[in-house]
Nanobody
């Protein structure tokens, strides 16, 4: 059964850091692609970072590159998103999602291609 559960969301001040965690069931982990997205009401759901759980290669969007880092912990099938230098515009609900990987390609960040989603964890950044 494919299951994903996010945790780690909190309220922080501008410039602060948070580490989000996505606990994935073994079936979710074995799909090969796990990614982080965020959604602020009134905006489209935005991709941030993806990782291939088999080979570990990563992909970042401009919103995440340089401030956010996605990583794997193979001991307990978790995918973390380390977020630094947070800004008020990072305020959103953060979700992890999973899809099947395609051999030889990075895991993209097209939200339409991700089949399984967690419930989300809220992040609020105050100025």
């Amino acid at each position: 059964q494919v299951q994903l559960a996010e945790s780690g969301g909190d309220s922080v001040q501008t410039g602060g850091s948070l580490r989000l965690s996505c606990a994935a069931s073994i079936d979710a982990y074995r799909m090969g692609c796990i990614a982080w997205f965020r959604h602020d009401p009134g905006k489209e759901r935005e991709g941030l970072a993806s990782i291939n759980t088999g080979v570990g290669n990563t992909l970042y969007t401009d919103s995440a590159r340089g401030r956010f880092t996605i990583s794997l912990d193979n001991t307990d099938n978790t995918v973390a998103l380390q977020m630094n230098s947070l800004k008020p515009e990072d305020t959103a609900m953060y979700y992890c999602a999973a899809k099947k990987s395609v051999a030889g390609t990075r895991c993209g960040l097209n939200r339409e291609l991700y089949n399984y989603w967690g419930q989300g964890t809220p992040v609020t950044v105050s100025s």
